[in-house]
């Protein structure tokens, strides 16, 4: 495996981590929480595996792709949420960062985006 493509995989898990948690943050600021509580639980989750995804690949773990596929998969599913609420800006650029962070994980997973 090539240490550059691990290493931006890496980046783009990081940095779809921290626009994850600020999107929450920011959604908990808005006046109508409630209509934004799927947004918030995926934002958590997707943070959670963007970053365990960026560990797996620091150790050069053996199940990589594996977690790869499945930080794709949730990347998605969060951006796809992050999308229905274009009145956001900060969910449009969770929304940039998730799918950039998906493409990332197929193309180190080996698959197509």
Known sequence: MDYQQIQSCID????????????????LSEQDVKMLVKCIQLNRECSAICNAAADIMSLGGTHM??????????????AEECESHSQMAHCQR???A???????????AGQPA
């Open 12 to 27: 783009a898990c990081n940095s779809c981590a921290s626009e994850c948690e600020r999107c929450a943050t920011e959604c």
């Open 65 to 78: 792709n594996q977690v790869c596929n499945l930080c794709a998969e949730i990347c998605r599913s969060c």
């Open 94 to 96: 969770c929304a940039e």
């Open 98 to 108: 998730c799918r950039n962070c998906a493409e990332e994980c197929l193309a180190m």
